[in-house]
């Protein structure tokens, strides 16, 4: 069953969808929104993310605090910083964080939690997946920076996923 519906929930999502955007049940959409639903899943199948085993919930409930956290202070940081980039330019710059976890889904995530956060912009991830490039809209301390990342995104990330 899961070789023909690899993902039925998601089939039945599509289905609805495509009978919600064209507000009709007719038979001709009822029938193309299950083809939708039942052929877009299987061609995509070799693109759906490894499965994914949480391992310490606990942290994962930390982290999510950590990043609200961070998402408050980060916003007041880069408000504050382009009111006064007159009288003190911002100093932004690309940084390379080394990377120690390898995760595809635990990267997703790290990715998800950059793009949140004002001020840093993930910029480019090394093909074998140590190294990242970050923007940092206002950075003093480089090696400051990235213990704070490492210590605060990618440890948790570390423990929730490998």
Same mark, same amino acid.
């Given at each position: 069953m899961k070789r023909l519906f690899p993902a039925p929930w998601l089939s039945l999502a599509l289905w609805l969808l495509w009978l919600v955007l064209n507000l009709s049940m007719s038979p001709g959409n009822l029938l193309l929104g299950a083809v939708l639903g039942f052929c877009a899943p299987l061609m995509m199948r070799k693109l759906r993310p490894l499965p994914i085993r949480i391992h310490r919930p606990g942290v994962m409930v930390r982290l999510f @605090? +950590? !990043? *609200?956290?961070? %998402? !408050? %202070? #980060?916003? +007041?940081? %880069?408000?504050?910083? %382009? +009111?006064?980039? *007159? $009288? $003190?330019?911002?100093? #932004? $710059? @690309?940084?390379? !964080?080394p990377l120690d976890l390898r995760d595809a889904n635990g990267l997703a995530a790290l990715s998800m939690i950059c793009t949140v956060i004002p001020g840093t912009v993930w910029s480019e991830l090394a093909l074998d997946r140590s190294i990242l490039l970050l923007h940092v809209f206002d950075l003093e301390d480089e090696a400051l920076f990235i213990q704070h990342f490492k210590a605060t995104y990618e440890r948790p990330l570390m423990e929730i996923f490998e």
């Open positions: @605090f +950590l !990043v *609200g956290r961070d %998402v !408050v %202070v #980060s916003n +007041l940081a %880069v408000a504050w910083g %382009v +009111l006064n980039a *007159g $009288r $003190r330019p911002p100093r #932004s $710059r @690309f940084i390379k !964080v």
